[in-house]
């Protein structure tokens, strides 16, 4: 390992401090870090296109949302990602700070476990041309603004027609995202080892069309019939686009990957237990 890559949640004097610290414990190591945070540690600013291209492992410091930004930050690059919580929830960056040094420590000696996360390829098509084209690892989101109407998403799986959701919007999750916006849908939890897409109606019309668990190879298009104005395309929660009547969304697995690296003696079910709040054993 030669270069890592720190990724921290904006304006977090923590997270300053920290990567100061990751620097001086490993002299041999070239550390990099994005551009706010170089900013603020007075570091060599480097575009994002050359840090994804350079890291061979990334230390992210802040909540799920930085881990976000770091693994779109990366492309299609699957290099491990070290998430450390200094966000609220931290779903995702499940390592604590104390944490934080010996997990680094084992990484650079190679002695890590990694979660190998699917991530969705996603396109926007307006008249058979490609609009946005990205790749998501939480979620693609179809919604409606506040005070627009309920909108028809006429939505097909290999080409099989499913149905027209009349509904606020539709969610098209990754099982790393079956606990973020796609729960609060009534989505199923999904094991992040399964590979999947979750396909759910938000505040569907109909009581009886509730989310689907499709396999991950299968191409899923939602098509929005109605001219409804104020409606939106959001990826990740991080972009958003917004949509015309018409518009088609496609989305597939990547053949891309995140690696996330885990402790192998916290299960995903002890993970849900103490972030979701389910209690002890
Ligand atoms: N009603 C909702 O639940 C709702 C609404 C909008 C967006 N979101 C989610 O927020 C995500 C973006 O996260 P953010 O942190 O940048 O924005 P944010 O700060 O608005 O996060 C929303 C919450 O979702 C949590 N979260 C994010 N990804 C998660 C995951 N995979 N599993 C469990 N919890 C997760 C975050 O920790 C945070 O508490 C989107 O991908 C979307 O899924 C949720
Ligand atoms: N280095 C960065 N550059 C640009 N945007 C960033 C960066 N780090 C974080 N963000 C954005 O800042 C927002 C807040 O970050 P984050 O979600 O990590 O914090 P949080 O809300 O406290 O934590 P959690 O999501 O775990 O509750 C997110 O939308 C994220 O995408």
Not at 91 to 112: K, Y
Not at 189 to 206: G, R
């Amino acid at each position: 390992m030669q270069t890592l890559v720190i990724v921290a949640k904006r304006d977090t004097p923590r997270a300053v401090v920290l990567a100061a610290e990751i620097q001086q414990r490993h002299p041999t190591l070239t550390v990099l870090a994005d551009r706010a945070l170089a900013h603020a540690l007075n570091w060599p600013r480097i575009e994002d296109r050359e840090l994804a291209a350079r890291a061979d492992a990334v230390v992210v410091l802040g909540g799920d949302g930085t881990l976000i930004y770091a693994a779109r930050l990366l492309g299609g690059r699957n290099v491990p990602i070290i998430g450390v919580n200094l966000g609220s929830l931290g779903f995702m960056t499940e390592i604590s700070v104390e944490e934080l040094f010996s997990r680094l420590d084992d990484v650079l000696a190679g002695n890590f476990h990694v979660d190998s996360r699917m991530k969705l390829s996603c396109r926007l098509l307006r008249g058979g041309k490609v609009l946005i084209e990205d790749e998501i690892l939480n979620d693609v989101v179809i919604n409606k603004g506040a005070l627009a109407r309920i909108a028809d998403h006429e939505t097909s799986i290999d080409g099989v027609p499913i149905t027209t959701y009349k509904a606020d919007g539709v969610i098209l999750a990754t099982p790393t995202g079956s606990t973020a916006y796609s729960l609060s849908a009534g989505g199923p939890i999904v094991h992040p080892s399964v590979d999947c897409t979750i396909l759910s109606p938000i505040c569907s019309h109909a009581l009886t069309q509730r989310s689907i668990v499709v396999p991950a190879d299968r191409t899923i298009r939602v098509t929005l019939k109605s001219e409804t104005a104020d409606t939106y395309l959001t990826l990740d929660g991080q972009t958003g686009h917004s949509l015309q009547g018409g518009d088609c969304i496609e989305v597939v697995r990547s053949p891309n990957r995140v690696g996330l690296v885990r402790n192998p003696h916290v299960a995903f079910f002890t993970i849900l237990r103490q972030k979701l709040h389910w209690g002890e054993r």
